[in-house]
């Protein structure tokens, strides 16, 4: 889905998802790092959406201070505009707060449409990627 906004198609080998799922495994025991799982209970259990943060150390040339960088935030097309992802964001930031994070940060591709929502939680670009590419695809 990223790819229909300009980003870069996901890899779906199962290598790469397993390696993945160790990642996550290993990182939900660290106290810097949360991931939230949205699910819905209507007719069975589904997972609808997730969100996954970390607190980071801005230091060495730049004044001390943490940074909750939200990671990946996602709702399943069929639950989306129902204030899902609102909900994950609201919850991820309050665990940044209480983690002392003295900003947080995300990355949007310029063409997704949620950027609207990261706006309305106050979210302003601060910076612009600029990719050139070297090899057509």
């Excluded at 201070?65 to 129902?82: D, E, V, W």
Aim: hydrophobic share 40%; glycine share 6%; net charge neutral.
């Amino acid at each position: 889905e990223m790819a229909s906004y300009g980003g870069h198609p996901v890899n779906n080998c199962p290598e790469v998802r397993s390696s993945m799922a160790e990642v996550v495994s290993a990182n939900s025991a660290r106290p810097e790092y949360i991931y939230l799982i949205a699910s819905c209970n209507s007719p069975v259990q589904t997972t609808v959406g997730m969100a996954a943060a970390y607190i980071e150390p801005l230091d060495h040339i730049f004044v001390a201070k943490t940074r909750l960088h939200l990671s990946a935030i996602y709702t399943i097309p069929n639950a989306r505009r129902q204030g899902i992802a609102r909900q994950l964001i609201q919850k991820v930031l309050e665990w940044g707060h209480s983690m002392n994070a003295a900003e947080a940060d995300l990355n949007v591709l310029v063409a997704n449409p949620a950027r609207r929502l990261y706006e309305e939680f106050g979210f302003q670009p601060r910076g612009i990627s600029m990719v050139k590419k070297l090899i057509s695809e």
